[in-house]
C-alpha cells in the first residue's frame, strides 16, 4: 500500500485558515486521497476525499498537486472544535473497503 | 442520522477472562471493522466484514476472533484477555462497493478496554 507522511502536529490561531500538509510520493493513478479526523474521545469521522481535482465541502477544502505526490486539507476558518488528529489516507480504487491510518497530525488551536 | 453504537465506553477485565466487545450498525451497511487504538501507533485494523457470516483478517488478528451472524451486528472476541491486549477498540461500518465514491466509514464512539 502507498504511504502517506504527515507532520506530527501543527498550531493555529482560532478564526485563521490552516493548512494541513500530506505527502504520497508513492501513489498510484488509481488511489482515492481520503482526510479523516478525530476529536478528542471520539472515534474518526470523514471529513473529505478526492482523486485529481481540488474539492470542497461544508467542512473543508481539499488541494491535491498537479502530480498527485502531496495534498493540503484546508480549513478555510479555524475554531476552537477543529482541535483533533487529522489523518490523510490513500484508498485503492478496486480495493477492498479497508483504511489504512497514520498517527496523523494533531492539530491545537489556540484562542 | 447515521449511528454505529458501541456496548460498552468502558470496560475492566481481568487476564485470561473472555472478553465480548459488541458493535451495532442501523445503516444497513454491508461492511463492518474492527480498530485498535494505541498512543503512537494510530489505529490497526483487527478484523473486518464484508457480509453476515464472512470476515477477513485485518493487520492484527493475533488474540481475536469476530462473529458477524446479523447484518447490522458484529462482534470482536478476545478468547483469553491478556494486559497487551488493553486498548481503545473502535467499530466502523461502511456501504457495500465503495469504488469511485471511496465510500466513507462511520465509526463508533469506542470502548476502553482495560485488562488487569
Known amino acids: 500500500d502507498a504511504k502517506t507522511t504527515q507532520p506530527n502536529s501543527m498550531e493555529s490561531n482560532e478564526e485563521e485558515p490552516v493548512h494541513l500538509p500530506c505527502n504520497h510520493s508513492t501513489i498510484s493513478g488509481t488511489d482515492y486521497i481520503h482526510w479523516y479526523r478525530q476529536l478528542p474521545s471520539q472515534g474518526p469521522e470523514y471529513v473529505i476525499h478526492?482523486?485529481?481535482s481540488n474539492v470542497n465541502n461544508r467542512m473543508a477544502s481539499l488541494a491535491i498537486a498537479e502530480d498527485r505526490k502531496s495534498s493540503t486539507l484546508i480549513l478555510h476558518r479555524a475554531t476552537l472544535r477543529d482541535a483533533a488528529v487529522y489523518y490523510c489516507i490513500l484508498r485503492h480504487l478496486f480495493g477492498n473497503e479497508k483504511l489504512t491510518f497514520g498517527t496523523g497530525t494533531r492539530l491545537t488551536i489556540i484562542p | 442520522d447515521v449511528k454505529v453504537t458501541q456496548s460498552s465506553r468502558y470496560l475492566v477485565k481481568r487476564t485470561g477472562e473472555k472478553v465480548f466487545l459488541e458493535c451495532v450498525q442501523d445503516m444497513d451497511h454491508e461492511n463492518m471493522f474492527w480498530y485498535r487504538q494505541d498512543p503512537g501507533l494510530g489505529l490497526r485494523l483487527i478484523y473486518f466484514s464484508y457480509d453476515v457470516k464472512m470476515k477477513e483478517k485485518g493487520d492484527i488478528p493475533e488474540g481475536y476472533s469476530v462473529s458477524r451472524e446479523k447484518k447490522e451486528r458484529f462482534s470482536l472476541i478476545l478468547e483469553s484477555a491478556s494486559t497487551n491486549q488493553t486498548s481503545m477498540y473502535l467499530c466502523?461500518?461502511?456501504?457495500?462497493?465503495?469504488?469511485?465514491?471511496?465510500?466513507?466509514?462511520?465509526f463508533g464512539p469506542g470502548t476502553r478496554l482495560t485488562v488487569t
Open positions: 466502523a461500518s461502511s456501504l457495500e462497493g465503495g469504488g469511485p465514491m471511496g465510500d466513507e466509514q462511520y
Open positions: 478526492g482523486l485529481t
